[in-house]
């Protein structure tokens, strides 16, 4: 009598699990879906950008007329940011402020993908938005105030870093906020960052109490990470300003997460 035996069945490889590939299929799926689904919204909001960028130099340019050089850099150097936060903190946040009122955001969360992947589409959405403005800004500073930049290497990525931190601030805003009350903040923060922000010039010009509450704020070290990024031979970024931008977007990031996990 002759016994057989079975071979073992071949181990499993150690790859990555096919759930995680799914989501992040997912993600992309959802970012191109978003991008689709906005696609109309885009040329508007590109324009508005351009106008947003050329109208704060020239704007800021009849204000302090031929500015020195120090003072050119910071204008022209503050334009590119002002595009970056801007919508970041007020073009994101009405938009899915706009997609809570209509409805069409609690449907999207009912897809069967994670929300993590939910969260990760919509903030690649808007930091990638964010980005032709900034060129367009810089653009236009240079021509304007005819300024030297000294690019460094990591101003791309920086770039990347503001314009995420600053949408996933907006997102949390709207997200955790009734709609309303995120369309008022909005509004009051493009007064805000316009003219209450050390962005196009330096903290020192603003009182005690107001350089105190920026330093704790995300909008001065986002400032310096852009100025330092194309001006870096004049322009530094400080390791706190580093600490207190990886912070905020941390916190927006896991309170977005979490409105989402207890929202329908």
Do not use: C, K
């Amino acid at each position: 009598m002759s016994v057989t035996t079975q071979a073992p069945a071949p181990a499993a490889p150690a790859t990555m699990s096919r759930p995680a590939a799914g989501a992040l299929r997912a993600t992309l799926l959802l970012a191109q879906w978003q991008l689709r689904r906005q696609a109309q919204f885009i040329p508007l909001l590109v324009v508005v950008q351009v106008f947003m960028a050329v109208a704060t130099v020239i704007g800021y340019g009849l204000l302090v007329g031929n500015p020195d050089p120090a003072t050119a850099l910071f204008l022209a150097t503050g334009a590119p940011t002002i595009t970056l936060i801007t919508v970041g903190l007020v073009m994101t946040p009405q938009m899915v402020a706009q997609a809570r009122t209509e409805g069409s955001l609690d449907w999207m969360r009912t897809l069967p993908v994670p929300r993590w992947a939910f969260l990760a589409a919509d903030l690649t959405v808007w930091t990638l938005i964010a980005l032709p403005g900034m060129v367009l800004g810089i653009v236009a500073g240079v021509l304007r105030f005819h300024v030297d930049l000294s690019l460094a290497p990591w101003l791309v990525p920086g770039a990347l870093a503001v314009s995420l931190v600053s949408a996933a601030v907006g997102y949390a805003m709207a997200s955790l906020l009734p709609p309303q009350v995120a369309m008022l903040v909005t509004q009051a923060l493009v007064f805000i960052v316009l003219l209450f922000s050390p962005v196009s010039y330096p903290s020192e010009r603003m009182p005690q109490w107001l350089q105190g509450v920026h330093e704790w704020l995300p909008i001065e070290p986002m400032a310096q990470l852009v100025r330092s990024g194309l001006a870096h031979d004049t322009f530094d970024m400080p390791l706190r300003s580093v600490v207190v931008l990886v912070a905020w977007g941390t916190a927006a990031v896991a309170g977005a997460a979490a409105a989402l996990r207890h929202r329908a």
